[in-house]
């Protein structure tokens, strides 16, 4: 599985932005999707997560209520909607896909990573 992300950029606070993640190669519908992020001198850390089946969908406190995902099988993509950023929303967003969950926060659950997207937030 190959994984485009795509989406990030600058945004000022309270704004919005929407990333999506293009998957290609083996069967896009029997993976886990998560999306993790990493800030500069942090660790890299779960944001949201969503099933193979797309029924069930796990998110980090701090983007509960802000944060959406979902995924559209037909453009084998998966999406993350943000609003409400904050400042300390601003990381590098990686997707990653994972054929079987233990544990969807974890990052060792998933196989395939995308290369990652910039996203800014301004205060």
């Known amino acids: 599985v190959q994984l485009q992300a795509s989406g990030g950029g600058l945004v000022q606070a309270g704004g919005s932005l929407r990333l999506s993640c293009a998957a290609s190669?083996?069967?896009?519908?029997?993976?886990?999707m998560g999306w993790f992020r990493q800030a500069p001198g942090k660790e890299r850390e779960f944001v949201v997560a969503?099933?193979?089946?797309?029924?069930?969908?796990f998110y980090a406190d701090s983007v509960k209520g802000r944060f959406t995902i979902s995924r559209e099988y037909a453009k084998n993509t998966v999406y993350l909607q943000m609003n409400s950023l904050k400042p300390e929303d601003t990381a590098v967003y990686y997707c990653?896909?994972?054929?079987?969950?233990?544990?969807?926060?974890?990052?060792?659950?998933?196989?395939?990573w995308g290369q990652g997207t910039q996203v800014t937030v301004s205060s």
């Open positions: 990653a896909a994972g054929e079987g969950w233990g544990d969807p926060h974890k990052n060792y659950e998933y196989d395939y």
């Open positions: 190669g083996r069967t896009f519908k029997s993976y886990g």
């Open positions: 969503i099933s193979w089946s797309g029924s069930a969908s």
